[in-house]
């Protein structure tokens, strides 16, 4: 019964930058994950970048890294994605997910309602 609340999308030109953020419920443990998503029309949801909640650890899948950072705010139970550079590949769907990681990131079947990134070239 966890809530996901995603915020912050738009529409861009290529190279310009978002920022988004997910309010979450808690609780939160030091293994939580907070996690970033995105999914494409036609395409797969894919993993983009997530965090566990005692900020030790971090990820960015290969296309993102230099361009994306992720971090949070443990007082307001948030997790922001800053998205820089982006490109018109990066158009999509964004979602937030709350998990844990135990050896490996597990994200959990809890979603958000998904925010709009577009970017025009």
């Known amino acids: 019964q966890v809530q996901l609340v995603e915020s912050g999308g738009g529409s861009v030109q290529a190279g310009g930058s978002l920022t988004l953020s997910c309010a979450a419920s808690?609780?939160?443990?030091?293994?939580?994950?907070m996690g970033w998503f995105r999914q494409a029309p036609g395409k797969e949801r894919e993993s983009v970048s997530y965090?566990?909640?005692?900020?030790?650890?971090?990820f960015y899948t290969d296309s993102v890294k230099g361009r994306f950072t992720i971090s949070r705010d443990n007082a307001k139970n948030t997790v922001y994605l800053q998205m820089n550079s982006l490109k018109p590949e990066d158009t999509a769907v964004y979602y937030c997910?709350?998990?844990?990681?135990?050896?490996?990131?597990?994200?959990?079947?809890?979603w958000g309602q998904g925010t709009q990134v577009t970017v025009s070239s």
């Open positions: 965090l566990t909640w005692s900020g030790t650890r971090t």
């Open positions: 808690g609780p939160f443990y030091s293994n939580t994950v």
């Open positions: 997910n709350k998990g844990y990681y135990s050896g490996r990131y597990s994200p959990s079947d809890y």
